[in-house]
């Protein structure tokens, strides 16, 4: 019986936990939570960090792990490399990890090989910053070095507000070096990919609604993209070329762009699976392909086989709230009994505080669908949400 770690054990990981103790492997988890939700789920589990590569390779070493996979998170891929390097196992180098979770470095390589992206500066002082900001064409994009989930993402339309700006996304550089890039206009996709040795399989285009300026904030996906045959395959050149420029050679990739009047160009993208079950559910409910079950096959060295029997239109809307103290959500049921719902979670508990959304951790749960095409599935999201109430208590009224 061959052995999977699995980088993490919170919501996010549970399928691939599941998915691995279905296909008949033996399930090691880490998690630094010891109440991590897929602990009861994997054979084994160590209260570990994801991003203590050390403490995870003595981990990997005990179990005599044959393959490690990582899911919707950026924080343990340089660990997962780590792992690939020292054991010999399917993966990433950590060369290759390093530009594919440094967004500054991913963009150089993105602008060394001439892959389509937006100009950037990159700024490592608050004297540097002050130096640039009037050379900035704006708008711009304030990026951390290293995060994901939109956090310290924002939008600046122009000089008066970039200190502010700078202030914000630098609470989340932990390096203190903040990206700022051209704003491209246009919507946004993402192109859900598995590689293996070198050979790119893409299997199918994600189209994404965000909050929009100033936090991009995702809110929904759907499957398939609307997007004419012709700029699918602009698409899918633009993602092959990123993925290339980065090195990767196996795993699931990630990949963000948006469609712009002059093509497609590429935001950024994960040597891992897409978050926001994107890769999880959707892709199976809308493609037949079950993603996480190629991920932990070609992680494990085996030979994977892609299906192209289903065609089907599968979407996700998330749900928030008024700012204050959760008291109770309700409508689930309702929303659950509806045709072609497949799935309502709720990520927050009674008591818990609602924020403003300006990350991905702010958003209070989801409403995931299943439809004849991309339209149908969001529709019937749609509808469920309408179902949904979301009751706060809110001291200043």
């Not at 937006?118 to 990026?143: A, C, G, T």
């Not at 009994?337 to 924020?355: A, P």
């Not at 095409?373 to 529709?379: G, H």
Request: proline letters at 3%.
């Amino acid at each position: 019986m061959k052995t999977v770690l699995c980088l993490g054990a919170s919501i996010m990981q549970i399928e691939a936990i599941k998915k691995a103790k279905e296909m008949g492997y033996h399930v090691v988890a880490v998690d630094y939570d010891k109440n991590a939700v897929g602990r009861k789920l994997a054979d084994e589990f160590f209260e570990v960090s994801t991003i203590d590569a050390d403490a995870v390779l003595d981990v990997a070493k005990k179990c005599h792990i044959d393959g490690v996979v990582t899911v919707a998170t950026d924080m343990p891929v340089r660990t997962a490399a780590v792992l690939s390097e020292s054991l010999g196992i399917p993966g990433l180098s950590k060369e290759v990890a390093v530009k594919a979770t440094d967004k500054i470095e991913m963009i150089k390589s993105f602008r060394e090989n001439e892959v389509p992206s937006p100009q950037f500066w990159v700024v490592d002082s608050k004297e540097e910053f002050e130096h640039l900001k009037e050379k900035f064409s704006y708008p711009v994009i304030f990026k951390p070095q290293e995060s994901s989930g939109s956090r310290g993402v924002i939008l600046v339309k122009k000089t008066e507000d970039s200190e502010k700006a700078y202030e914000y996304t630098k609470k989340f550089s932990k390096t203190g070096k903040i990206l700022i890039e051209e704003y491209l206009e246009g919507p946004e996709v993402s192109v859900e990919v598995i590689c293996e040795n070198g050979m790119v399989h893409i299997l199918t285009i994600t189209d994404k609604l965000t909050t929009g300026a100033p936090y991009f904030v995702e809110m929904g996906h759907c499957q398939p993209t609307t997007f004419s045959e012709e700029i699918k395959k602009d698409i899918e050149k633009v993602a092959t070329q990123a993925i290339h420029a980065i090195g990767i050679q196996n795993g699931p990739v990630h990949v963000e762009m948006k469609v712009t009047d002059k093509g497609p160009k590429m935001i950024e993208l994960g040597a891992r699976m897409g978050g926001d079950f994107i890769t999880t559910h959707l892709v199976p409910l809308s493609t037949g392909i079950d993603m996480m079950k190629l991920v932990i096959q070609n992680a494990c060295g085996e030979k994977i086989e892609i299906p192209k029997d289903q065609n089907l239109g599968s979407a996700i809307r998330f749900f928030s709230g008024e700012k204050g103290r959760l008291e109770e959500i309700s409508g689930i049921d309702e929303a659950n009994s509806l045709n072609g719902v497949k799935y309502v979670l709720q990520f927050k508990e009674q008591g818990d505080c609602i924020m403003d959304v300006h990350n991905s951790l702010d958003r209070v749960g989801c409403v995931i669908a299943q439809g004849r095409s991309n339209e149908e599935a969001m529709e019937i999201c749609e509808k469920a949400l309408e179902k949904i109430k979301v009751r706060v208590q809110n001291d200043n009224k």
